[in-house]
């Protein structure tokens, strides 16, 4: 029999790692008798940990919630997972960034050094994306507060801000109140959004988060409507996309781009890239309109030939009419804030006697 230490370590984990056991199934795989069971049960209760036995054919034992957290027990793939997801956790937008880093040097301290070297020696850096740096972050309180909601199903109001907001008179940003069924919280690019029926619109709706301020009380239960499709994943980035549920882009298109494949590939995205050649290469591509789709072949600086389908070669034509006009308007503009050549800066004019 192990010891009583690495005994109650062993229930421990057993405990944590499954909702409701079998008072007889712990004694098995701990190799005990049902009573040293019931010693040990007891034993952790008086460390803090809320466990409570439950009635029925077998009997067992639950790892209940308690008012205070009791020490945990994490194996080391556990603790190292924990331990990247709090180093990345500055990159949430949830407004808990110094929570977690005081999280991970407390979890960090309560490891052994064989995982310490782990955790230290990991290459992870926090990087947020240059695009996203200028994104307000989210109220952890709001976070909560929409979570809650959505696990009550609750109908909840709101007051919305623009992206573009006016200041409201009493400071803050002037926005319409929605009355909506949260479903579900979801982050998309490093922003975090709310998936919700909009009652006024009747129809489902995505909103950034960051932009809620929650009203309270909040509203009646609900019963769950299905996100179209059925995959809120796919719902949403469908939504982004700008698609029809189908889970592909609305607009896809066929280009030879005047490059090699491997240039291309690094930054083809979702897109399918097929090497014709050592300087030439198929792109088959998509994106939520014509014109983007057209802007997103020309971001590859590079010639190329549009092989279909004729709504592509269109948008091809608007842009380039586009971009030729603002180039001449630019160009102009120029011209008329120089003005004139004058006598310092223009060419000498020319004197004789004759």
């Given amino acids: 029999m192990p010891k009583t230490s690495a005994r109650l370590l062993s229930l421990l984990s057993l405990l944590q790692a499954r909702r409701d056991w079998p008072g007889a199934l712990l004694a098995e795989r701990l190799d005990v008798s049902a009573r040293t069971v019931r010693r040990d ?15 029925g054919p077998d009997g067992g034992y639950r790892l209940d919630a308690g008012t205070e957290l009791p020490p945990l027990l994490f194996d080391d793939e556990q603790a190292v997972a924990l331990a990247v997801a709090l180093r990345i956790a500055a990159t949430t937008g949830a407004g808990i960034e110094d929570a977690a880093a005081r999280a991970l040097n407390t979890v960090r301290q309560a490891m052994p050094a064989r995982l310490r070297h782990r955790i230290d020696t990991l290459p992870v850096s926090a990087v947020e994306a240059p695009a996203l740096r200028w994104r307000v972050p989210v109220d952890s309180g709001v976070l909560v507060a929409l979570g809650a ?13 623009p992206a573009y907001a006016p200041t409201a008179p009493d400071g803050g940003a002037a926005g319409a109140t929605r009355r909506v ?3 579900h919280l979801v982050t998309w690019a490093g922003r975090w959004y709310l998936v919700a029926w909009d009652l006024d619109r009747a129809d489902w709706r995505t909103f950034r988060a960051d932009r809620i301020t929650p009203r309270t009380p909040t509203g009646p239960r609900f019963t769950p ?16 996309r700008g698609a029809d549920g189908s889970g592909a882009w609305p607009c896809r298109g066929e280009v030879i781009v005047g490059l090699p494949a491997a240039a291309v590939a690094r930054h083809a995205g979702d897109a399918v890239v097929e090497e014709l050649g050592p300087d030439r290469c ?18 590859f600086d590079a010639d190329f030939e549009v092989v279909g389908p004729p709504e592509l070669v269109s948008a091809c034509a608007r842009l380039a009419g586009r971009y030729a006009d603002a180039a001449a308007a630019t160009a102009a503009t120029s011209t008329a804030r120089q003005g004139p050549p004058t006598a310092a800066s223009g060419p000498r004019p020319v004197t004789g006697d004759g």
């Fill in 41 to 55: 049960v007891d034993r952790l209760r008086e460390l803090g940990y809320p466990i409570v036995a439950f009635k």
């Fill in 149 to 161: 909601a959505v696990h009550a199903r609750e109908a909840l109001r709101f007051d919305y801000a």
């Fill in 181 to 183: 069924e949260p479903h």
């Fill in 225 to 240: 409507r299905d996100v179209p499709g059925g995959d809120v994943a796919a719902f949403v980035a469908d939504r982004f």
């Fill in 282 to 299: 198929r792109l088959v591509l998509g994106s939520w309109s014509w014109p983007a789709l057209a802007a997103a072949v020309g971001r």
